[in-house]
């Protein structure tokens, strides 16, 4: 059974870093596009990056372009979502979920979630 986990979620000040993970188990990431969403709130969860399978093409959302970087370690199974310069509006819980090979959009087009981490970015 395809599962994802994600991890590296905590409490920091503004202008801060985090490194959140991903890791599959169950399944290959090989074959699969990773995206990283949040939801904050009272509002809707929103795609932030994503990483298509072999980790040749990727894309951000214009809030966290230049601030965010994802990458991927096929061989530990692993995704990475490099956060820089946060912010307190990038307080959320953090999500990652996989799909069949290239990137889309649209949390329908995403078959598997992990549970989510908690990033709460305050002074």
């Known amino acids: 059974q395809l599962q994802l986990v994600e991890s590296g979620g905590g409490l920091v000040q503004p202008g801060g870093s985090l490194r959140l993970s991903c890791a599959a188990s169950?399944?290959?990431?090989?074959?699969?596009?990773i995206g990283w969403f949040r939801q904050a709130p009272g509002k809707e969860r929103e795609a932030i990056s994503c990483i298509n399978n072999s980790g040749g093409s990727t894309n951000y959302a214009d809030s966290v372009k230049g601030r965010f970087t994802i990458s991927r370690d096929n061989a530990k199974n692993t995704v990475y979502l490099q956060m820089n310069s946060l912010e307190p509006e990038d307080g959320a819980v953090y999500y990652c979920a996989a799909r069949p090979l290239i990137c889309r959009k649209a949390v329908a087009d995403f078959g598997s979630w992990g549970q989510g981490t908690q990033v709460t970015v305050s002074s």
């Open positions: 169950g399944f290959t990431l090989e074959v699969y596009a």
